[in-house]
């Protein structure tokens, strides 16, 4: 399953890893892990709610029965390229929209727009397109700091995969 939450870019991995350390070993609730999240980042319980899906979809945290826990498995570069790639809504048609040519973010949205869910522009048809703009320049400011995409002074552009 492929999830929508795509917090906030940060300058460096470090923020991911923070988000993952504050997930608890030892199962917790929704709303503690949360809360712990969003403690450690010192975010809103709504975004520390967005970092732990993020950290979910990225193989870093995964629920249990007795609600989240932290994967103990510190994956490489490449594992949260693929994981972010595979797991993230949106992430693979924004990668997709990158060539060897550099492409502005209104222009990889312009490329995006039709996988936009038609529910999202009628729940809010004043402001789903500002809100999907700046998912897909998150999407593509994570995908730089996967390796998945390169920011050059014009625009984005895809970067292969290592081998």
Same mark, same amino acid.
């Given at each position: 399953m492929r999830r929508k939450p795509v917090?906030?870019?940060?300058?460096? *991995?470090?923020r991911l890893w923070d988000a993952h350390r504050a997930v608890p070993l030892i199962p917790g609730s929704e709303d503690d892990c949360c809360g712990r999240v969003a403690n450690r980042l010192d975010v809103t319980p709504d975004e520390g709610r967005d970092w732990l899906v993020f950290c979910q979809? *990225? =193989? *870093?945290? &995964?629920? /249990?029965?007795? =609600?989240?826990? &932290? +994967?103990? !498995?510190?994956?490489t570069r490449d594992d949260l390229r693929a994981a972010f790639e595979a797991n993230v809504f949106g992430a693979r048609e924004v990668l997709d929209a990158l060539g060897d040519e550099p492409? #502005?973010?209104d222009a +990889?949205?312009?490329a995006f727009e039709p996988? /936009?869910?038609n529910w !999202? &522009?009628? &729940?809010?048809?004043? =402001?789903? !397109? #500002?809100?999907?703009r700046n998912r897909v320049a998150r999407l593509l400011d994570w995908a730089v700091l996967f390796g998945a995409a390169a920011r050059k002074p014009d625009g984005y552009v895809a970067v292969e995969e290592s081998a």
């Open positions: 917090p906030p870019t940060p300058d460096s *991995l470090d979809s *990225l =193989g *870093l945290a &995964r629920e /249990v029965s007795r =609600g989240f826990e &932290r +994967v103990r !498995e510190d994956p492409r #502005s973010a +990889v949205f312009d996988t /936009v869910p !999202e &522009r009628h &729940r809010d048809p004043d =402001g789903w !397109e #500002s809100r999907w």
